[in-house]
């Protein structure tokens, strides 16, 4: 394993006892990674939609000290123009990266904001890595999980309108690019199955949930569209078209992945761990009452609340495994939250972390979230593997802030475009239970769809 490597960089880096912090230039986060951006390791944390206090800020980082990315059991740490491949367990290089990491923090309180420190990309396939019953599950077509260490951040707070700079290490201030005219294309989506299909798959599910097997499955449609060209310039228009709380961009030099997430999977602030599963959709609308009424009925609806429920059973099963006996809570069960396209229903699982529960420790006992496979979670997960017909990826995975400070966020990546090899990839899905009405249901990912078609004009191009 490379952590050798990787130590002698973080040593010869001359990281500070306390970061140099200096005011800077507020202004739109994807602009300003636009002007300083180097391709490869480029990241844009994006927030901005401040509901229920998860949006306030944005983060932009770029040229990161190192980046390691692994595919199965081969991996790869990039540092400069230099690659090295190496072997090794997933599981076993990320415990190691992050014990590593350790030595580098600066524990403090912990306010809320990334100063910093690891970013972490995970595929939702990293669950046969936790999960025995799993071993033979479909393999993504791309990396397993993906990270990279910035000793530099630039911090967007979007409530106050203000911006500064926080560096760990003496390093060269950014060039401001020129601006540079760009071009995003990106087709028409278009379903890998037809309706039909989607519809006798929830029909199967809802006879394993008959049997006994589950009580609720979480089952996604793949859409996909030829796409070339600025995979940034699309995440810029999707992201002023759908403001979200947990929305990121990152360059990984063979794939783009442009995140426009609702959803925190987790977060570690001063020893407390909380999570916010989303459980329970339905449609905006352009006319007030009509809406009104979307929300009222969301918000009684039996069937919706019995999923939400089932979720945080599952959650609070998850939490119980890394947290102190007795301090798992939920302080809030369905929530009303409004986005641009959808009204969600979300809660609030919290619980205080045992002693020395680290990355690692949360990741194997919460991987994936349960909001996106369904109770019992294994059963669900061996489910979706028979019926979805291909590997989710990086959706349902998450986007995993480490701060030099101690502190975790991290998303759930649902409303998620990759991009790679000239297509881009969507999946839309949902919870199907007992009383699940089929139709419904294929209607629901059709509306969590709606924001393809309603971010890009009709010839389907932007340019700037």
Not at 423 to 451: C, L, W
Request: hydrophobic share 40%; net charge neutral; aromatic share 10%.
């Amino acid at each position: 394993m490379p952590v050798e490597r990787i130590k002698k960089l973080l040593d010869a880096a001359g990281l500070y006892e306390k970061p140099r912090v200096t005011q800077a230039v507020y202004w739109n986060p994807s602009a300003h990674l636009n002007s300083i951006s180097k391709g490869e390791g480029d990241l844009l944390l994006q927030g901005g939609d401040d509901v229920a206090g998860k949006g306030r800020y944005s983060y932009v980082a770029a040229r990161p000290l190192f980046i390691l990315r692994m595919k199965g059991e081969r991996g790869e740490l990039i540092e400069g123009f230099n690659r090295h491949a190496f072997t090794g367990s997933p599981p076993d290089v990320i415990s190691a990266l992050d014990t590593l990491f350790a030595r580098y923090q600066k524990p403090e309180h912990e306010d809320g904001v990334w100063n910093g420190g690891m970013a972490w990309l995970f595929s939702y396939e990293m669950n046969r890595f936790y999960e025995p019953r799993l071993a033979e599950a479909r393999v993504p077509s791309g990396d397993d999980f993906w990270c990279a260490f910035y000793a530099s951040v630039r911090v967007f707070d979007h409530k106050e309108r203000t911006a500064w700079d926080i560096a760990w290490r003496d390093t060269a201030r950014p060039r401001i690019g020129c601006a540079v005219e760009e071009v995003a294309h990106l087709d028409s989506f278009a379903c890998d199955e037809p309706p039909d299909e989607y519809l006798r798959k929830i029909e199967r599910i809802k006879q394993y949930i008959a049997a006994g097997d589950v009580y609720q499955v979480n089952l996604s449609r793949r859409l996909s569209a030829e796409w070339y060209g600025s995979a940034l310039l699309l995440f810029s228009r999707f992201a002023g078209r759908f403001p979200t709380a947990m929305g990121a961009y990152v360059d990984g030099r063979d794939f783009k992945l442009l995140s426009f997430s609702p959803e925190l999977f987790f977060r570690v602030r001063d020893g407390v761990i909380e999570t916010e599963p989303i459980k329970g959709t339905a449609p905006r609308h352009p006319d007030t009452a009509a809406d009104e009424r979307e929300k009222a009925r969301l918000a009684g609806s039996v069937k919706d609340r019995a999923e939400n429920v089932m979720i945080v059973d599952l959650m609070r099963n998850d939490l119980g495994k890394v947290c102190r006996p007795g301090t798992v809570t939920v302080p809030e069960m369905f929530r009303l939250e409004t986005l641009p396209n959808v009204h969600h229903l979300v809660s609030t699982v919290r619980g205080e972390l045992s002693p020395g529960v680290r990355l690692p420790r949360i990741m194997e006992a919460l991987w994936p979230g349960g909001s996106v496979t369904g109770a019992p979670k294994v059963r669900a997960m061996e489910i979706i593997a028979e019926l979805e017909t291909s590997a989710r990826g990086f959706y349902c995975g998450s986007v995993a802030a480490c701060g030099m400070n101690g502190g975790i966020t991290a998303s759930l990546l649902i409303r998620t475009i990759t991009c790679a090899k000239g297509e881009a990839v969507f999946r839309a899905g949902g919870g199907i239970v007992a009383d699940s009405d089929p139709q419904a249901e294929y209607e629901e990912t059709e509306h969590k769809a709606s924001m393809l078609a309603a971010a890009l004009p009709p010839n389907r191009g932007v340019g700037r």
